[in-house]
């Protein structure tokens, strides 16, 4: 059988089914919780009378993802099914798009294998088990790829509205992939070229109009872009020392090669000096990366707590497909070997878990997989010893009521670790905790315990 691109899109299609499917019960996690759960849920309960979210609610983004998920649950019923399903279109335009950008350059077996490990990629695949709006930029940014090297420019001008719609980070893709074209085409031409110049601001006109316009808007309601003082958001946008800048740069280069990427970028460096762009489009590439790092560095060295993996998924993105588009012609006899070194440094990366002090992007990476069924039996060792939820203290993301994390009708919750009344506490490697408490609790022997995979889940009584 050949292997054409359409052949690679019904086994990514299916893969993403499938997976779908083993997520369908998973609850809200991480950030996850407030984009698709606590933001739709004051969508619908004002009946969208209003796009504007209160301050303890808006973190500066726009509004489309919260939107659209509480529509999917207008139509169809608030479910945790309905709002993973809610994903499911974008994963197919991942899996369509994938294939028809690598088979550019690759066909046959090649483009099978740097397809699925498209799918491998551990953060992208840890956002696909969540109800996620990177999912939705990731699924626009890749289509915005393919109609611009198809030279669609009218379709591309519409696509890319969404996309300065989905987040701030959206709109820095905007800006990065902007600049991007403009910085190749200079290059490819060795000169300016103010026609060309004219014709990219004219695509990239209506998206950028109309994320300035819901910015102008939401200034006029609120009185401030991005944070304000009183947002629960605001420390992770506080300017920070020359000393934390420099470990924001740490920081940063950290999760451009955590949980395996680092032989990514180990082979594209290799690429690199082996073939000296000897193909236009790995300048090109190369280029975008430059450009995307710049763009995303300069959000991220300046602020205190804007490092999060999946904000860099397009970078990931594109130096991973830099890398696969180069393999076969870098390893034309042994290209396999270095498709397994990657499919190996994914599969031991996704699964790596750091010791418990060490913070760990745990909505990046399919480790975290194992929670959800711990989280359960934890709550179900609850009920069944008559200790109420109320009397347990537990950390981000476990602390929000059982409605919004389940969507069950439940208003019991956990209650923060920073109340010293309460009698228990349950931790996991997954929840965020000062490590003096991590200390104490470490000391303290569990009345319930269990783990699963890289993940654990204990039950302590908290000595007064």
Request: aromatic share 18%; charged share 10%.
């Amino acid at each position: 059988m050949t292997l054409s691109k359409n052949n690679v899109f019904y086994v990514l299609a299916l893969l993403y089914v499938l997976l779908t499917y083993f997520c369908r019960s998973n609850i809200f996690f991480g950030d996850m919780v407030q984009f698709a759960s606590r933001h739709p849920h004051f969508f619908l309960a004002n009946k969208f009378q209003t796009i504007f979210l209160p301050n303890y609610l808006d973190s500066g983004h726009p509004p489309l993802f919260g939107i659209y998920i509480a529509f999917a649950w207008l139509l169809f019923g608030k479910s945790l099914l309905v709002s993973h399903v809610a994903m499911l279109p974008f994963l197919l335009l991942i899996a369509y798009q994938v294939p028809q950008l690598l088979s550019r350059w690759l066909s046959g077996y090649a483009l099978l294998f740097s397809s699925l490990l498209v799918f491998l990629e551990p953060t992208l695949l840890a956002q696909a088990t969540l109800v996620s709006p990177d999912i939705v930029l990731m699924a626009i940014f890749i289509t915005s790829i393919n109609l611009y090297l198809n030279k669609k420019h009218r379709t591309l001008a519409l696509i890319l509205i969404p996309l300065g719609l989905i987040s701030l980070r959206g709109m820095m893709v905007l800006f990065a992939s902007f600049c991007a074209i403009i910085l190749n085409n200079t290059f490819a031409q060795r000169k300016f070229n103010r026609h060309h110049f004219f014709t990219t601001v004219l695509v990239f006109l209506p998206s950028v109009a109309i994320a300035a316009i819901w910015l102008w808007l939401h200034y006029q309601h609120t009185g401030w872009i991005g944070f304000h003082s009183d947002s629960p958001w605001a420390s992770s946008f506080q300017q920070v020392s020359f000393a934390q800048m420099f470990k924001n740069a740490l920081l940063f280069i950290w999760r451009l090669i955590d949980f395996g990427r680092i032989t990514v970028w180990l082979l594209a460096l290799f690429l690199l000096f082996k073939l000296k762009f000897a193909r236009q489009s790995n300048l090109k590439f190369s280029i975008s990366i430059v450009v995307f790092i710049l763009v995303f560095a300069a959000n991220t060295l300046f602020a205190d707590g804007l490092v999060g993996h999946r904000y860099f998924l397009p970078i990931y993105f594109l130096t991973l497909v830099f890398v696969l588009k180069n393999i076969p012609f870098a390893f034309p006899n042994n290209n396999k070997f270095a498709f397994a070194l990657l499919f190996l440094s994914f599969l031991i990366g996704g699964s790596f878990v750091y010791p418990s002090k060490i913070a760990m992007g745990w909505d990046a990476t399919p480790a975290h997989l194992s929670y959800y069924s711990l989280r359960n039996d934890a709550i179900t060792y609850l009920n069944n010893n008559n200790i109420p939820l109320q009397s347990v203290a537990s950390g981000f993301p476990n602390l929000d009521t059982r409605e919004i994390l389940e969507l069950n009708g439940d208003s019991s919750h956990f209650n923060s670790y920073s109340d010293t009344t309460l009698k228990y506490i349950l931790y996991s490697n997954v929840f965020n905790y000062p490590d003096s408490l991590i200390d104490k609790i470490e000391k303290t022997k569990a009345i319930y315990y269990q783990k699963k995979g890289s993940v654990y889940i204990g039950i302590y009584a908290i000595a007064k």
